[in-house]
Nanobody, 127 residues
Framework: EVQLVESGGGLVQAGESLRLSCAAS????????IGWFRQGPGKEREGVAC????????YYADSVKGRFTISSDDAKNTVYLQMNSLKPEDTAVYYC????????????????????WGQGTQVTVAS
């Protein structure tokens, strides 16, 4: 059974850090990419970061470059999103999603291409 479970969300002050986890089951990391997406209040879902090819390839949205780091622990089938220097505008529900790697074009930070989704975890950054 394919399953993605996020954890690690919470309430922090601006400038603080959080680490989100996405535990994946039902596939191995060499066959998938894992993306982190977020949806803030009144906003559309946006891609934040993605990791693929067992960690060889990473992608970031411009809004989080230099502040967020995506990594994976293949032994634990878990992907992490380390979020530093958090800002109030980072407030959102954060989702991880899995894309089954296959031939053809693919946009790492485009949500419509992903195959499986977690339930989301709330991140709130107070000013």
């Amino acid at each position: 059974e394919v399953q993605l479970v996020e954890s690690g969300g919470g309430l922090v002050q601006a400038g603080e850090s959080l680490r989100l986890s996405c535990a994946a089951s039902g596939f191995t990391f060499d066959e998938i990419a894992i993306g982190w997406f977020r949806q803030g209040p009144g906003k559309e879902r946006e891609g934040v970061a993605c990791i693929a090819h067992s960690g060889v390839s990473t992608y970031y949205a411009d809004s989080v470059k230099g502040r967020f780091t995506i990594s994976s622990d293949d032994a634990k089938n878990t992907v992490y999103l380390q979020m530093n220097s958090l800002k109030p505008e980072d407030t959102a529900v954060y989702y991880c999603a899995a894309y089954l790697l296959r031939p053809g074009s693919w946009e790492a930070l485009e949500s419509s291409g992903y195959d499986y989704w977690g339930q989301g975890t709330q991140v709130t950054v107070a000013s």
